[in-house]
């Protein structure tokens, strides 16, 4: 099944832990994106990237990174310098970047830090 | 800057009514596409409609319809005979077709739809 897949779906920190989420798709697109959903708000973008070994930052990318090595794999790590980083993620891709494409969204990894 | 706005953050109806959800954009730019998502409980958001800007067309997808209108900067959606299976949250969103904007989407704060038997 063509999809976009994301682990863990439940992950717990500690503080001052850097965390890394993982997010592939095997629908051959060029675009990824990371979002971030906060309870009662809209999807605020973290990072995207338009093509392998590129990505640009979002809205929100502060304490937050990424790498796009592979087409099919952008992981985002939290690191501890996200202020205040339990929220739900969502990964998603889209053919391309060009705007006028829909994305595709993973089932999200719900990040609580204890 | 762009910007989606919807204004109701729930709405209850019992199943068999019919629902409408606002959605108003603000931007600039005079080419755009508007596009809504439905996030059922499970979380992952699931793509309904696309409307480009040039296209102010109506449209009807079974019981799901979309009303498209520049001249107000809406772009409501309507469930028609709700059912159970609709309750979720539906964002509206935006994308603009500028260089530094391709790509990027912006959400509204979305509207949770409560529909009970």
């Known amino acids: 099944d063509g999809g976009i897949t994301q682990s863990p779906k439940y992950l717990f920190r500690k503080e001052g832990q850097n965390v890394t989420l993982s997010c592939e798709q095997n629908l051959n697109h060029d675009a990824m994106y990371w979002y971030r959903q906060d309870p009662g708000q809209g999807l605020r973008l973290i990072y995207y990237s338009q093509i392998v070994n590129d990505f640009q930052k979002g809205d929100i990318a502060e304490g937050y990174s990424v790498s796009r090595e592979k087409k099919e794999s952008f992981p985002l790590t939290v690191t501890s310098a996200q202020k205040n980083p339990t929220a739900f993620y969502l990964c998603?891709?889209?053919?391309?970047?060009?705007?006028?494409?829909?994305?595709?969204f993973g089932p999200g990894t719900r990040l609580t830090v204890l | 800057a762009q910007k989606v706005t919807q204004a109701q953050t729930e709405i209850s109806v019992v199943e068999k009514e019919d629902v409408t959800l606002d959605c108003v954009y603000e931007?600039?730019?005079?080419?755009?596409?508007l596009f809504w998502y439905k996030q059922p409980p499970s979380g992952e958001l699931v793509f309904l409609i696309r409307?480009?800007?040039?296209?102010?067309q109506n449209e009807i997808s079974g019981r799901y319809s979309w009303n498209f209108q520049k001249s107000t900067s809406s772009f409501n959606f309507t469930i028609t005979a709700s059912q159970v299976v609709d309750s979720a949250v539906y964002f509206c969103?935006?994308?603009?077709?500028?260089?530094?904007?391709?790509?990027?989407?912006?959400f509204g704060a979305g509207t949770q739809v409560v529909v009970t038997p």
């Open positions: 409307r480009n800007s040039f296209d102010e």
């Open positions: 998603a891709s889209s053919i391309d970047d060009r705007g006028h494409s829909e994305q595709f």
């Open positions: 969103a935006l994308s603009l077709l500028t260089t530094d904007s391709w790509g990027k989407l912006q």
């Open positions: 931007t600039r730019d005079t080419t755009y596409y």
